[in-house]
């Protein structure tokens, strides 16, 4: 699943990091799981992390580890309307190259 339309004219690097997050928005994410599943280096990765806090698109719990998760208003409602359905990654890639 990917993040609400209206979040996605952020930078690449923050895009990739709002879709990873809401993959796995019930769970959350560590900073290595996000290094994982983000193609891009720590650094941009970090600095990411921290304009999307600071716009409060994902908050951060710690316990016994970090966890990183995206805001509620980023996550899309699977049962609204209007919203397209996700349709996996092919089409993810079809949009971002606008084929």
Known sequence: MAAKPKYRDRPE???AVLDA????????????ELRA???ADIDAIEEALSTLKADSLITVESDDRVRVYPADRVV???????EPPDRGVLESL??????
């Not at 899309?76 to 209007?82: C, K, M, S």
């Not at 079809?94 to 084929?99: F, Q």
């Open 21 to 32: 997050l809401v993959d796995r928005s019930e769970e959350g994410m560590t900073v290595l």
């Open 37 to 39: 599943a983000v193609d």
């Open 76 to 82: 899309p409602d699977p049962t609204a309307d209007g």
């Open 94 to 99: 079809r949009r971002r190259l606008g084929l």
């Open 13 to 15: 690097v923050q895009v």
